[in-house]
């Protein structure tokens, strides 16, 4: 078995800090260290993004202000639970990215694509956003690659590197909107 196809057996689910948490408005630091202590917050990142269920988490959504984030835009997940009736998950596809000191080099065209974040549950709005980038990025032993990325895997790319840099899609709305969303959620989040 490697690396990635054991997160779902080995992961550990680790709490989502919700907006408006300042460690999400901060600008993340590049890493330094490609150590097993990262490669065990990737694992358990993935099993609690699979878990949620979302197509991304970002290090500064788990409270680790650092440059890297895990994603899948194309995964089949299954429902389990267990005689305890304790719920769980399996994957019968998938397809993980752990993404590392990203670094965009081009940006192409238009897309408006329906987003929303597992820091901001229950709120969902379209964005515009490049359809096409060009990546450069490190992997979790930090060698480095770059990916084309384009539909929704590049809304998925820029809308996790807007983590890094302390931002969330709320701030990539119109003012009116942003504020509108942003008092829906904290009052349901007040009522929950
Ligand atoms: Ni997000």
Same mark, same amino acid.
């Given at each position: 078995?490697?690396?990635? =196809?054991?997160?779902?057996?080995? $992961? &550990? !689910? ?6 408006? *948490? +300042? ?55 299954? =429902?389990?639970?267990?005689?305890? $009736? &304790? !719920? ?6 998938? *397809? +993980? ?96």
């Amino acid at each position: 078995m490697n690396f990635l =196809e054991d997160y779902q057996l080995a $992961g &550990n !689910e680790i709490e989502i800090f919700k907006y408006p *948490n +300042p460690v999400l408005k901060k600008v993340a630091d590049p890493v330094t260290e490609f150590n097993d202590e990262l490669r065990s917050l990737v694992k358990d990142m993935l099993y609690t993004m699979y878990q949620a269920p979302g197509l991304g988490l970002a290090a500064p959504q788990v409270g680790k202000s650092l440059r890297f984030f895990v994603m899948d835009t194309d995964y089949l997940r299954e =429902e389990i639970s267990d005689a305890q $009736g &304790n !719920e769980s998950y399996k994957l019968s596809e998938f *397809n +993980p990215k752990v993404i590392i000191n990203p670094l965009f080099k081009d940006h192409e065209g238009q897309i408006l694509y329906e987003e929303g974040c597992l820091s901001i549950p229950g709120i969902f709005e379209n964005v515009k956003r490049a359809e096409k980038v060009t990546v450069e990025y490190q992997d979790m032993w930090g060698k480095k690659h770059t990916e084309l990325a384009e539909g929704v895997f590049s809304v998925c790319l820029q809308h996790e590197n807007d983590h890094l840099d302390g931002i969330v899609f709320l701030e990539r709305l119109s003012l009116l909107k942003k504020n509108f969303l942003r008092k829906k959620f904290l009052k349901a989040q007040a009522m929950a």
